[in-house]
């Protein structure tokens, strides 16, 4: 019979587990109860306790790696904790959390206990064995895998399961003792960009999308890129929102055509294969190509804006399509945005 650990971590605040470990949580009880297997929670922070007490009516045991050395992120630590919790479980499924943090060590962590590693999970499923779902080629492809190989880690993509919601209360935690190797780096604070210049938000309920038509000439035989920015950021800065970009319209500045500086290929959607999963998305000046339409998959609700009522997403592609100039109607939602905010 199968038995299933869950791997967790806390969050930036240290006192509560990270919206990817209770997705985690979430995968892990739906295919414990799939299978009928027992379910173990392992948790990664510098109180294991304090942030396992949503986890009270997990119905699962509970064990912690607690310690200051585990409250950052560090390869040395974290693949530490992660064996010992796995040993200490003695599980054959361990799911990992999406994040940075769970993908930097699983694949080390897994070859330590001499296992098996698939990423990029989306889903877990199957009534009498494990069959793990993920997308090839560019998200063009979805396979399902089974492996006999045990352990088996299944790392998580971000946004395929619901986050774990349980009421606050004191639990148990069982602490496993860890033998920590000289740890070479430390962690002495952290530099992130001011707010305004943050554009990248995976936690975003929106995912706003600018194409190539921000920069293209307009009616009146300008090109209008200062001003489109300005727009952009101001609806960024209003909203919180994600900022995402066509594939053309990112690689302009290679063919000196104007430009939106803050825009890089990090913010590219689709044709690299990122396939964001925001509640809603909003595609500006773009036109509903392919590529750009396989990267909005998981997307919640979809809509655009386009003064060409013949282009992609007016074919099916997005639930409202709105036939306007996008310059005039993103300045009146901004205008509308201030107002309420003040």
């Not at 299978?35 to 304090?50: F, H, T």
């Not at 500086?261 to 990122?274: E, I």
């Not at 750009?292 to 074919?315: K, Q």
């Not at 639930?319 to 009146?332: E, N």
Request: glycine letters at 10%; charged letters at 20%; a neutral charge.
């Amino acid at each position: 019979m199968e038995s299933i650990l869950v791997l967790t971590h806390a969050d930036e605040s240290g006192s509560a587990l990270s919206k990817g470990s209770l997705e985690a949580v979430t995968a892990g009880k739906e295919l414990a109860a799939r299978l009928g297997a027992s379910l173990v929670i392992g948790i990664v922070a510098a109180d294991a306790k304090a942030a396992a007490c949503v986890l009270a009516s997990a119905g699962a045991r509970l064990m912690g790696v607690s310690g200051e050395a585990f409250a950052q992120a560090r390869y040395a630590s974290d693949a530490a904790a992660c064996e010992a919790l796995c040993r200490a479980a003695n599980s054959s499924i361990v799911v990992a959390p999406p994040g940075s943090r769970m993908a930097r060590v699983a694949a080390g962590v897994a070859h330590r206990l001499g296992g098996v590693i698939d990423t990029h999970i989306t889903a877990l499923g199957g009534a009498e064995c494990v069959e793990a779902t993920r997308w090839f080629y560019r998200q063009r492809v979805e396979g399902t895998i089974t492996r006999d190989a045990r352990p088996w880690f299944l790392l998580l993509d971000a946004g395929t399961h619901t986050a774990f919601e349980g009421a606050m209360s004191d639990v148990h935690v069982e602490q496993v003792a860890v033998e920590l190797p000289a740890l070479r780096t430390s962690v002495n604070g952290f530099r992130e960009p001011l707010k305004d210049a943050q554009t990248i938000r995976p936690d975003a309920r929106l995912l706003f999308v600018a194409g190539a038509g921000w920069t293209k000439k307009q009616p009146d035989g300008e090109t209008r890129a200062v001003r489109a920015g300005e727009l952009i950021l101001d609806f960024l800065r209003l909203t919180g929102a994600s900022l995402g970009s066509s594939k053309s319209l990112v690689d302009q500045g290679g063919d000196g055509q104007p430009v939106l500086p803050f825009l890089t290929h990090m913010n590219q959607v689709g044709q690299t294969g990122s396939t964001p999963r925001h509640a809603k998305g909003l595609s500006t000046c773009c036109h509903g190509e392919e590529p750009h339409v396989v990267g909005w998959r998981f997307i919640g609700e979809r809509r655009a804006i386009s003064l060409d009522p013949n282009c992609g997403w007016t074919r099916g592609k997005a639930d409202v399509v709105y036939v306007a100039d996008a310059f005039q109607v993103m300045a009146r939602v901004n205008e509308l945005l201030a107002a309420r905010k003040e």
